[in-house]
């Protein structure tokens, strides 16, 4: 038995079947965490929504916005570390646009690998940057999100269990299993680290993986982000005295790994489907759901708006560039055109 379920026939069923159902996996997430929401908030009056947003304290909110501006500065320093560590030679002026940019457009769009990827593509290119520079960048971004992750959630999990998951034995377990797993996984890249010194090929360009110091700064920051990006909901929760930061964490990290998992564009639904679910029984729904459009609002749409803002003006300053430099080049083949007829006209006339 235990030889057929090893077999190369048995383990290309098994890869066939994932191919199918893997793609189904966010989808199905995302009209699961709609029925969850329809559900959940059936019969909720709006207006009082409404009202508890702007019952929402002035401190509170400002706490909120402040922190967001933190995770979206401190993101520009992800993009730092990648950009020194390829030696792009770009100023950090530039960096922190394309940084910010490119993450307002993947947590909102989704699919980072299309939409963050491709803003970095655009701009970067235009700024002297080779498709193997601006891939190793790509790569060491993805690399410092998952490590900044793996340890802030393997730590949280592992020590204190969300709360939720405290009142059911075996999801506590199950939450404390995870959280070593994640550990683990973060040790066995350090150790990976270690050992390999050939290169990775990702396409055409070649990734060599960085030293254990340049990995330390990557996970310093990587960190802050998870751990700045919670502060963001628990500003909001802790405006109505509804959770501690712990637990704003916990929950925050089980809300992110489901978004991720659906590819759901900024997690939206399933993000909210999870929140609802696991806080409906502490918090008022009213106040629930006033805070969760409050923390899409404020975390996801308005830089998003101002990113879109800022790659439009790049966008256009570039096509007037892109005018002037063409004209120029037409006036000097016209300068060009206009001499070599004066020179046929005087040849003409000496003849």
Same mark, same amino acid.
């Given at each position: 038995? !235990? =030889? @057929? %379920?090893?077999?190369?026939?048995? #383990?290309?069923? +098994?890869?066939? $079947?994932?191919?199918?159902?893997? &793609?189904?996996?966010?989808?199905?997430?995302?009209?699961?965490?709609?029925?969850?929401?329809?559900?959940?908030?059936?019969?909720?009056?709006?207006?009082?929504?409404?009202?508890?947003?702007?019952?929402?304290?002035?401190?509170?909110?400002?706490?909120?916005?402040?922190?967001?501006?933190?995770?979206?500065?401190?993101?520009?320093?992800?993009?730092?570390?990648?950009?020194?560590?390829?030696?792009?030679?770009?100023?950090?002026?530039?960096?922190?646009?394309?940084?910010?940019?490119?993450?307002?457009?993947?947590?909102?769009?989704?699919?980072?690998?299309?939409?963050?990827?491709?803003?970095?593509?655009?701009?970067?290119?235009?700024?002297?940057?080779?498709?193997?520079?601006?891939?190793?960048?790509?790569? !060491? =971004? @993805? %690399?410092?999100?998952?490590?900044? #992750?793996?340890? +802030?959630?393997? $730590?949280?999990?592992?020590?204190? &269990?969300?709360?939720?998951?405290?009142?059911?034995?075996?999801?506590?377990?199950?939450?404390?299993?995870?959280?070593?797993?994640?550990?683990?996984?973060?040790?066995?890249?350090?150790?990976?680290?270690?050992?390999?010194?050939?290169?990775?090929?990702?396409?055409?360009?070649?990734?060599?993986?960085?030293?254990?110091?340049?990995?330390?700064?990557?996970?310093?920051?990587?960190?802050?982000?998870?751990?700045?990006?919670?502060?963001?909901?628990?500003?909001?929760?802790?405006?109505?005295?509804?959770?501690?930061?712990?637990?704003?964490?916990?929950?925050?990290?089980?809300?992110?790994?489901?978004?991720?998992?659906?590819?759901?564009?900024?997690?939206?639904?399933?993000?909210?489907?999870?929140?609802?679910?696991?806080?409906?029984?502490?918090?008022?729904?009213?106040?629930?759901?006033?805070?969760? $459009?409050?923390?899409?609002?404020?975390?996801?749409?308005?830089?998003?708006?101002?990113?879109?803002?800022?790659?439009?003006?790049?966008?256009?300053?570039?096509?007037?560039?892109?005018?002037?430099?063409?004209?120029?080049?037409?006036?000097?083949?016209?300068?060009?055109?206009?001499?070599?007829?004066?020179?046929?006209?005087?040849?003409?006339?000496?003849?």
């Amino acid at each position: 038995m !235990l =030889n @057929y %379920i090893l077999s190369k026939e048995s #383990l290309r069923k +098994v890869g066939r $079947l994932l191919k199918k159902v893997v &793609p189904m996996i966010g989808p199905g997430l995302f009209f699961l965490s709609i029925f969850v929401l329809y559900r959940q908030l059936k019969g909720l009056d709006f207006s009082l929504v409404l009202g508890a947003m702007r019952m929402l304290p002035p401190s509170a909110g400002v706490l909120a916005g402040g922190f967001t501006a933190l995770a979206y500065i401190n993101l520009t320093f992800v993009e730092y570390l990648s950009n020194t560590r390829v030696e792009s030679g770009l100023r950090y002026k530039r960096i922190s646009l394309a940084g910010f940019v490119a993450y307002a457009f993947s947590k909102n769009i989704g699919f980072s690998v299309l939409s963050g990827t491709t803003v970095r593509f655009r701009l970067y290119r235009e700024w002297g940057q080779d498709t193997g520079g601006i891939t190793r960048i790509v790569a !060491l =971004n @993805y %690399i410092s999100f998952w490590i900044g #992750l793996f340890l +802030v959630a393997g $730590l949280s999990f592992s020590i204190n &269990p969300p709360s939720f998951a405290r009142d059911l034995d075996l999801l506590e377990g199950s939450f404390r299993a995870l959280g070593v797993l994640l550990l683990l996984a973060l040790g066995g890249y350090f150790f990976l680290l270690k050992k390999r010194k050939r290169p990775f090929r990702i396409g055409s360009a070649s990734l060599k993986l960085p030293n254990i110091r340049f990995t330390a700064w990557q996970l310093a920051v990587s960190s802050a982000d998870w751990l700045i990006s919670a502060a963001v909901l628990y500003f909001l929760l802790s405006g109505y005295n509804l959770v501690t930061y712990y637990e704003a964490l916990g929950i925050f990290l089980v809300a992110q790994f489901a978004g991720l998992t659906s590819q759901v564009p900024g997690g939206i639904g399933v993000f909210e489907a999870l929140l609802v679910v696991i806080l409906t029984d502490s918090i008022e729904k009213t106040f629930l759901v006033a805070t969760l $459009l409050t923390y899409r609002i404020m975390f996801f749409l308005v830089p998003f708006v101002v990113a879109a803002v800022i790659l439009g003006v790049l966008e256009y300053k570039h096509r007037e560039h892109i005018k002037q430099v063409l004209s120029r080049a037409g006036k000097r083949g016209g300068e060009v055109r206009g001499v070599s007829a004066d020179r046929e006209e005087q040849a003409g006339t000496q003849e």
